[in-house]
């Protein structure tokens, strides 16, 4: 479950917009012309609607199975009904055991996952392609035969009230977006009602109506199967068929919600003060058509215009020019019936709610008052058409797609027809959606600030409107409870077939005389194109005391060139249909464009004067330093992410490794100019740098294009890379105390190991055991077995020089205690006993199916290639890899364990409430440190 904006997919013979204004780059005369998705489409006799998407260009296959039902569907009383029925489609079923299905898709180097919608709930999975008859098979038998019994419903209800307290309670802004966006939007649907549901409605939930739910909704029907990947269709029908046919369409029809929501005609204002919220909010919502509506288009080329990069009015005039917020940004979130259109900010530091309200609107009345330029509408137009190229590079990008136009759209071509109006709408259409829905007296706002400013005054309470209508869950006569058939009855899981090999992309190399590395992929099945240039500018090499230099110099790349300001680039760029963006990480920087690929020439000639020559005006650099500022005061007020922060330190002690990477409250002030000018001189030079370029460019082109772009460049010296042998800090159990918060964030770090140590592929292997996938030993023991996260996991982050290691969750904070040592459990019996061959071999198919996946996308090879130019590894590392992984044995694997993962070097930090459990965590932990979180000093080894 998470809010996302709305996207619009691919459509047939779509030519770049041509954009006319006074910065913008000529696009070349080469058209792109996209098919739409070639699909197939069939009813089974009891109503399932099957689509076949055919990719044989992939070794994987997508299965999904879509369902009608959806959060407004959520029985009275009983809000997060259907998204905890999400996570109990998970457990048994008549010929399954509980997380058998994720053996069947993790296990094997895929992976699956559900989401629950407003409008659906989606099950969805990805595995080699050799295995699409075992994963049919299985979602037939769930759709059939789901078996609940007492003990799995009590514990997934668990699993789910920490998922809440997750999203919700513990993280900044939970209820603004999860909780109150909703309920201020709707006063008669049940849309109002928040999809995550809450702690008592959960509780009000019992076994009965789960079976109820499951027989009402759950059915061949209410549902659509979309396969897509590398199949024979033949045989696909054949399975289809054999496992989905048989299923009975019951005989009687489907409860839908026929509610309609009145049109808001009279504006409402709320405000709430809220714990844990480090800087004011406002959010305005606005009454949205259905998907379907022919308004759509127009609103969503709108939207693109206030929020699509850093070139939209909500960036370029709110964050950038006035200051005024630290975040800026939309929902544009259509449904099956009336959607809502949610613009918020998040205030700088020193701002108010009010100014930033009125920021706001004024950018809704110019939207409302005056046609937006060609320019405008030709940059949002081109942008959707290159986020519509990026969600189709996978066979799951393109089942979502399709199955997203059958449910919300309630039609297979919606996405195509929509986009295919996206480049009808004009001027005139933006200006005259504007008027129609986003009037002032159509809004609804929300003014969210931090208890600290009530000082005495009392919120508004925000909560479902007692005028939605919301039916009971009417029992069926004919519910069936299922059970598990005895080991001796099951069916028996299909085997798998033949193997379908990946196919591995080839890097080419060459050099400039300056020394720069040119490395190209050709990638030509879709016409879209990755450049990123890499520079060992890490954060590892940051001045002491100065934390934060690396990332602020990279984010001041695309803020201004000798030729170019902060708005030129993002404007050039984004007319062009694409993104720019920098940043670093510990052991390099990089700065990266995505466009299509009949715009690479401009696009690369702008990303080599952000990366040769940057000018790191003050102002750019004053306006940076504030923005990220602001970003630490959220992070320092999550409890998840603060553990995190605090174990860097702990490990790495004064080392730069255990700095904040983004900075700190006190080192960021700092940080000067010459700073960042000496950081970018000592590492941005093309002797110690490289251009990655992926895509549908030949490689003889894109190396004359580098040459064109990047052969003046003149080299320099370079100071290296960070001392990995310095000493490190000794263990030490920290407590941040949170008071209010809600999760404690617990994190057990120990040092790691390098990218080129010799047991590397051996170390991953062990910590994909230990914390990697949901079928991981942290996930089950702390999950699966006993509910008391929503998930956990571990990571064995090796960089140039020795990386750290963290294993980590969150939970309730009366639960830290005990998933602290269940953690150092698991990660102490790696070391003692060898892992079963069984076990070894599904986690190395966890990392080999991951690397797999990720090299099939654009974007997904050109990051992999500069992570490897950034760890100083070889380029064939792209055909290596899973070599390498399959090769490791249980010894290797043991003897990694004991050396990487071994609790007995590692500190322990919890950041939470204390008082709720640090006299048990003490009885374990005699010499644990207690810090207040307000007295927390990052900048110390110490941390005070």
């Known amino acids: ?386 986020a519509s190229l990026k969600s189709r590079e996978t066979a799951e990008g393109k089942a979502s797609t399709l199955a997203n136009s059958i449910i919300v759209g309630g039609n297979p071509k919606a996405a195509d027809q929509q986009l295919a109006a996206v480049a009808r709408v004009t001027a005139a259409d933006v200006q005259r959606v504007a008027r129609k829905y986003l009037g002032d007296n159509q809004s609804a706002a929300l003014i969210y600030l931090p208890d600290a400013m009530a000082k005495g005054a009392k919120g508004d309470t925000i909560a479902v409107a007692s005028t939605v209508k919301v039916a009971p869950l009417v029992v069926p006569s004919d519910v069936v409870i299922h059970t598990q058939a005895p080991e001796g009855q099951r069916v028996a899981v299909p085997n798998p077939g033949a193997p379908v090999s990946p196919v591995i992309p080839k890097a080419i190399e060459t050099r400039l005389a300056n020394g720069l590395r040119v490395i190209v992929v050709e990638k030509r099945d879709l016409p879209i194109v990755t450049a990123t240039v890499v520079a060992p500018a890490g954060g590892g090499s940051d001045p002491n005391g100065k934390a934060g230099t690396a990332a602020l110099a990279a984010d001041l790349l695309t803020k201004g060139t000798a030729t170019r300001s902060a708005e030129q680039i993002a404007q050039q760029v984004e007319s062009l249909g694409g993104s720019i963006g920098a940043g670093a990480d510990w052991d390099a920087a990089f700065a990266t464009v995505t466009v299509k690929a009949d715009q690479i020439d401009p696009a690369l000639a702008i990303l080599a ?31 998840g992410a603060l553990s995190g922060i605090v174990a860097s330190r702990t490990v790495f002690g004064e080392q730069a490794y255990g700095n904040m990477l983004s900075g700190t409250v006190t080192s960021l002030p700092k940080i000067t100019r010459d700073d960042i000018t000496s950081a970018y001189r000592n590492a941005w030079i093309p002797s110690q740098a490289a251009l990655v370029v992926v895509g549908d460019i030949a490689q003889k082109d894109a190396t004359a294009l580098a040459q064109k772009l990047f052969g ?111 953690i150092a459990a698991e990660m102490k019996k790696l070391g003692e006993t060898p892992v079963p061959a069984a076990e070894l071999d599904s986690r190395k198919a966890v990392l080999v199916g991951s690397f797999g996946r990720r090299i099939e996308r654009t974007d997904g090879i050109a990051g992999a290639l500069a992570d490897y130019v950034a760890e100083g590894v070889p380029l064939d590392t792209l055909s290596t890899y899973i070599p390498s992984i399959q090769g490791v044995d249980p010894a290797r694997v043991q003897a990694a364990a004991k050396k990487v993962l071994d609790p007995a070097r590692a500190s322990i930090i919890v950041v939470g409430d204390a008082k709720l459990f640090v006299g048990e965590l003490r009885k374990a932990h005699p010499n644990l440190e207690v810090i207040p979180a307000t007295s927390l000093n990052l900048d110390s080894a110490m941390l005070k």
């Open 1 to 386: 479950m998470r809010l996302t904006r709305t996207a619009l997919y691919l459509s047939a013979a779509l030519l770049p917009f041509a954009a006319h204004a006074q910065d913008t780059v000529p696009a070349p005369a080469k058209e792109i012309k996209v098919a739409p998705l070639a699909y197939t489409e069939r009813t089974l006799p009891n109503g399932l609607k099957v689509y076949a998407i055919r990719d044989t260009s992939t070794a994987n296959v997508s299965v999904q199975v879509w369902y009608d039902v959806g959060s407004k569907d959520d029985p009275a009383g009983k809000s997060g009904f259907a998204h905890m029925f999400e996570h109990l489609m998970f457990k048994g079923t008549k010929n399954l055991v509980d997380e058998q299905m994720d053996r069947l898709t993790e296990d094997v180097g895929g992976y699956n996952n559900a989401s629950t919608n407003s409008d659906y709930t989606n099950y969805f999975e990805v595995v080699p392609a050799n295995h699409l008859e075992r994963l049919l098979f299985a979602e037939a038998d769930r759709m059939a035969s789901l078996v609940v019994s007492e003990k799995v419903f009590a514990s997934e209800r668990d699993v789910v009230k920490e998922e809440l307290r997750n999203r919700v309670l513990a993280s900044p802004y939970g209820k603004l977006f999860y909780i109150y966006f909703p309920n201020i939007s709707y006063s008669t649907h049940p849309y109002a009602r928040p999809g995550i549901g809450s702690i008592e409605d959960l509780d009000a939930a019992t076994i009965g109506d789960i079976r109820a739910f499951h027989a009402t909704y759950y059915r061949p029907d209410n549902a659509v199967l979309v396969v897509a990947g590398n199949f024979d269709p033949a045989q696909l029908d054949k399975w289809v068929d054999k496992y989905f046919a048989g299923i009975a369409r019951p005989n009687r029809p489907i409860p839908r919600v026929t509610v309609a929501e009145p049109p808001r005609t009279t504006a409402t204002r709320q405000t709430v003060y809220e714990a844990n919220t480090p800087l004011p909010a406002v959010l305005l919502s606005y009454q949205l058509p259905p998907d379907n509506d022919p308004d759509t288009p127009a609103l969503a080329v709108l939207d693109g215009i206030l929020s699509g990069g850093e070139n939209s009015r909500l960036y370029r005039n709110l964050v950038y020019r006035d200051q005024l917020a630290a975040q800026a940004d939309t929902f544009l979130d259509t449904r099956q019936s009336t959607g809502s259109y949610a613009m918020y900010a998040i205030l700088a530091g020193g701002k108010s709610a009010e100014d930033g309200e009125k920021a706001m609107r004024r950018e809704i009345a110019d939207l409302r008052d005056k046609p937006v330029s060609e320019a405008e509408l030709a940059e949002a137009k081109n942008e959707i058409l290159t």
């Open 609 to 639: 004067d952000v990366a040769r020559n940057p000018v790191f005006a003050q102002a750019e650099i004053d306006r940076a330093r504030k923005q990220a500022l602001d970003g630490v005061a959220v992070q320092l007020k999550d409890p």
């Open 712 to 822: 003046d460049w003149k080299t320099g010296v370079h100071d290296g890379v960070p001392d990995g042998d310095s000493a490190r800090a000794a263990p030490r159990v920290v407590v941040v105390d949170m008071p209010g918060a809600g999760q404690a964030g617990v994190v057990i770090a120990r040092p790691g190991i390098a990218r080129a140590d010799k047991d590397f592929y051996a170390a991953q292997v062990a910590n994909a055991t230990l914390g990697v996938g949901f079928t991981s030993r942290l996930n089950r023991e702390i999950r699966i077995k006993r509910g008391l996260a929503y998930g956990a996991g571990s990571s064995v982050d090796a960089r140039r020089a020795p990386g750290i290691v963290t294993a980590s969750t969150q939970t309730k904070n009366p639960s830290a205690p005990e998933v602290v040592s269940l």
